[in-house]
């Protein structure tokens, strides 16, 4: 369980968050969410179908993708989140950032519940201590290189024991710090080839050493589709397939784009078991 400004967080059952990415450029629905409308209804429609936090999201981190400066973050974040959150006041919102500064800001302007960090504190060496004077639960990704150049980054003496001494390192210091709520996500496609992205998942109950909620996020991502030798837009039914996959291998955290079917899979499962 983590406290998230007082709203609590219970893994007993696996929990669903969505997506919102506020920029014209991500790999799957950049730039359809452009004005206060469209905006509010995604929230809302996350928070309908059952998603329990909403991640937004003001930086494209596909590989490859555009750098942009933090004054273009904010200015994209700032031109929404307060709608939200004086929308929705009592929703978990969650910002996808590798930025300490755009941290900072937006927990204590908005209230931000959670710091989702794809680098895992690598891209900016304020991160962890911020994270510390802001009292917010973390996410650590794991990820080797950076979203321009990962791709190219994908060597590693032995993958899984890799990914664990990165999580293991990176926790010690958070620890030192006093930050105790860490969510760990293995980085699905961040410095990984396609066969590399599978052998996590299918090793995925081997990070519950670490006793913290893992997060995974696979949806509609290329380890799916150029596997089928489909699209990101064909690919709801792989990454349903993967999903269900992750839940039985442990995940307590699905990010998804698609929170209807993935808390179909998490009700089916619970049924299960």
Avoid: W
Wanted: charged content about 25%.
């Amino acid at each position: 369980m983590i406290n998230c400004n007082g709203k609590l967080l219970d893994f007993e059952t696996p929990i669903v968050m969505g997506i919102l990415n506020l920029t014209p450029d991500s790999f799957f629905d950049g730039g359809k969410y452009k004005n206060e409308k469209k905006v509010l209804e995604r929230v809302e429609e996350i928070l309908k179908e059952g998603g329990k936090i909403v991640d937004l999201g003001a930086v494209s981190t596909r590989p490859k993708s555009k750098n942009i400066t933090v004054e273009e973050e904010l200015k994209r974040l700032n031109n929404f989140v307060k709608i939200i959150r004086n929308n929705f006041p009592y929703a978990i919102l969650s910002l996808d950032t590798f930025r300490s500064d755009v941290a900072e800001k937006m927990v204590n302007d908005y209230k931000i519940d959670i710091i989702n960090d794809i680098s895992g504190g690598t891209l900016d060496a304020k991160m962890f201590e911020t994270i510390a004077n802001l009292n917010v639960p973390y996410i650590m990704t794991h990820i080797q290189g950076n979203p321009q150049n990962m791709n190219k980054k994908v060597n590693y003496k032995n993958l899984m024991m890799d990914i664990n001494l990165f999580f293991a390192k990176k926790l010690d210091k958070l620890k030192k710090l006093g930050v105790n709520d860490v969510i760990l996500d293995p980085g699905f496609g961040f410095g990984k080839t396609l066969q590399q992205n599978y052998k996590i998942l299918s090793f995925l109950e081997n990070f519950k050493i670490f006793d913290l909620p893992i997060l995974v996020g696979l949806s509609r991502k290329s380890m799916i589709f150029n596997l089928l030798n489909s699209t990101s837009e064909k690919a709801l039914n792989g990454t349903t397939v993967v999903n269900t996959i992750a839940l039985q291998k442990g995940a307590n955290i699905l990010r998804v784009h698609d929170v209807k079917e993935a808390i179909e899979s998490i009700k089916i499962l619970s049924e299960i078991n």
